[in-house]
């Protein structure tokens, strides 16, 4: 080992003239550490990054803090003190410090929809009587029955025409025309019937 090397390892112990380093004379030489630096109050944990910002970085805190503002999340003075350092930032680590309390961008508001008064609402659809319909399908099948179920088409007809004033159902019409129809053809064959009766009578 040349001297050199030696009076610089001598040097690098900080021994006391024995030529033995302080730290193995049992005293603490532990380095001191670095000062650190006092971080703003928003600051968050490990955000200070040495990267150089770039002017893209700048916009985009500038943006988060816009959209801090814009929900309330920041005064008008503080908006315009982050505003300003953010636009002067030298690195990513201080526009970090910088929004490190916001959003990454705006919170999307949930839009609460408030419950449409009854009065306001489309009334409910009623419900189509079964009897009636049958009424009517008792009645179309007149033609090809010729009228044998006329007389079922009136009896439907009239019960879903009482029955539909007390329930509120719909198919007024499906049983007129179940009554309408069921009276025809009874009444045509009540008619055939006579005249039969009347010829009968005549011929005898």
């Known amino acids: 080992m040349s001297p050199t090397s030696w009076q610089s390892w001598e040097g690098?112990?900080?021994?006391?003239?024995?030529?033995?380093?302080?730290?193995?004379?049992?005293?603490?030489?532990?380095?001191?550490?670095?000062?650190?630096v006092p971080s703003l109050p928003y600051a968050p944990a490990g955000a200070a990054s040495p990267m150089l910002a770039s002017h893209a970085d700048?916009?985009?805190?500038?943006?988060?803090?816009?959209?801090?503002?814009?929900?309330?999340?920041?005064?008008?003075?503080?908006?315009?003190?982050?505003v300003a350092r953010a636009y002067t930032a030298r690195t990513v680590g201080e526009l970090a410090l910088l929004v490190g309390d916001l959003p990454v961008g705006p919170v999307p508001q949930q839009a609460s929809f408030a419950a449409v008064p009854r009065?306001?609402?489309?009334?409910p659809r009623p419900r189509t009587s079964g009897k009636a319909v049958g009424a009517a399908v008792c009645g179309l099948l007149c033609v090809p029955t010729f009228g044998l179920t006329g007389i079922p088409a009136v009896v439907l007809g009239h019960t879903a025409r009482t029955e539909m004033r007390s329930t509120g159902e719909s198919g007024e019409g499906l049983a007129l025309t179940g009554l309408v129809l069921g009276w025809l053809y009874i009444g045509g064959w009540a008619l055939i019937l006579a005249l039969l009766l009347v010829a009968g009578i005549v011929s005898g």
């Open 12 to 36: 690098e112990g900080g021994s006391s003239g024995s030529g033995v380093p302080d730290v193995w004379q049992g005293k603490d030489v532990t380095p001191p550490r670095p000062p650190t």
């Open 58 to 82: 700048r916009e985009r805190a500038v943006d988060v803090l816009r959209a801090g503002y814009g929900e309330g999340r920041l005064e008008k003075g503080e908006f315009d003190r982050r």
């Open 119 to 123: 009065t306001f609402l489309p009334a």
